[in-house]
C-alpha cells in the first residue's frame, strides 16, 4: 500500500520561500504522477502542481512563475519550491500521488504566509 509522507511547511514572511517535499513509500507503487494540491477553509482542494513521469508539468495560474514543481527520479518523491509567497499561499498544502490502482493522499503540511 502507497503512503505519502510530506514535509515542508511552515510559517514565513510576504516575499519568502519555502520547499515542500512528498516521498512515496511502498513498493511497486505504480506511480506515475505526483502533485500537490491546497485547501483553506473558505475553497474547496485546488491543483497547485502536477508532473508526471513523462515530465510533462502543470501549474494552477495563481502559481505559475512562483512555484516549481520537480521529480526526484531514483524514487517516488516530489518537490515544490514556493518563491515570492503571498498571503493568499495560505493554505493545507497536500500531496497526491495518482497509481494504476487510484489516488493516493497525504495527510498535508500547513503553509502559512504572514506579514
Known amino acids: 500500500q502507497v503512503q505519502l509522507v510530506e514535509s515542508g511547511g511552515g510559517l514565513v514572511q510576504i516575499g519568502g520561500s519555502l520547499r515542500l517535499s512528498c516521498e512515496a513509500s511502498?513498493?511497486?507503487?505504480?506511480?506515475?504522477?505526483m502533485g500537490w494540491y491546497r485547501q483553506t477553509p473558505e475553497k474547496e482542494r485546488d491543483l497547485v502542481a502536477l508532473?508526471?513521469?513523462?515530465?510533462?508539468?502543470r501549474y494552477a495560474d495563481a502559481v505559475r512563475g512562483r512555484f516549481a514543481i520537480s521529480r526526484e527520479k531514483v524514487k517516488d518523491a516530489v518537490h515544490l519550491q514556493m518563491n515570492t509567497l503571498r498571503p493568499e499561499d495560505t493554505a493545507i498544502y497536500y500531496c497526491?500521488?495518482?497509481?494504476?490502482?487510484?489516488?493516493?493522499w497525504g495527510l498535508g503540511t500547513q503553509v502559512t504566509v504572514s506579514s
Open positions: 497526491k500521488a495518482q497509481t494504476p490502482y487510484g489516488t493516493v
Open positions: 508532473i508526471h513521469w513523462s515530465g510533462n508539468t
Open positions: 511502498g513498493r511497486n507503487s505504480g506511480i506515475f504522477a
